[in-house]
């Protein structure tokens, strides 16, 4: 016999998780309360261990939920283009976009905050925010050097290349200092990137 979870307890998990992200992003897992939790979801105490068990559960949720919620940084389209400039132009916006987001930026705080107490989600992080997005360029360089149009010697180096290049600065001072670029200043560093990239790769 096939069970199946009702609609509302479904949406009141959703409820909850919700609430729940905007404590722990808010005040970290240790100053975020089970009270404070249930009132802001409109619920009682009790339903937060009825649907979690326990904080560390409902915390799992949450960062397994909030990590499902990434940007795209390159479309299968995009990896199958030929037009790599363009390409490599649409993966560095929206990965600078993510990088200096005031929603990526929390959520890695709490990470870096949080990993040690919970190495598996501290992995989940890393494996779907940073190394899936490695993987996806990875794959557009291979394309591209199967297509002539870049002569890459080793894909996954030249991938970490490029990502170091964009993650090194705009980052760091903003999850330090709270100051974010002006969008003149990110696409001048972008180009620059990408100019000194293809000079390296192009035939």
Do not use: W
């Not at 960062?63 to 990896?79: F, K, N």
């Not at 903003?174 to 000079?199: N, R």
């Amino acid at each position: 016999m096939t069970s199946s979870v009702s609609p509302a307890l479904t949406d009141k998990r959703q409820q909850i998780i919700e609430a729940a992200s905007h404590a722990f992003l808010e005040k970290g897992y240790q100053h975020a309360s089970m009270e404070s939790i249930a009132h802001q979801a409109g619920v009682a105490k009790q339903t937060l261990y009825n649907h979690f068990g326990n904080k560390d559960a409902l915390f799992v949720a949450v960062v397994e939920s909030l990590c499902q919620c990434g940007h795209e940084t390159m479309r299968q389209e995009d990896i199958r283009s030929d037009e790599v400039e363009a390409a490599l132009q649409q993966y560095a916006q929206r990965k600078l976009a993510d990088l200096i987001s005031a929603s990526n930026t929390a959520l890695y705080r709490m990470m870096i905050a949080e990993a040690m107490r919970f190495p598996r989600l501290g992995e989940l992080f890393f494996n779907i925010g940073m190394e899936e997005d490695r993987l996806v360029l990875v794959s557009f360089l291979q394309r591209q050097q199967q297509n002539g149009n870049l002569k890459v010697d080793d894909p996954e180096q030249a991938a970490l290349f490029f990502q170091g290049a964009l993650n090194a600065y705009f980052r760091p001072r903003y999850i330090m200092t709270g100051k974010k670029a002006d969008p003149d200043s990110i696409q001048k560093h972008i180009q620059y990137c990408i100019d000194k990239f293809l000079q390296l790769y192009r035939p």
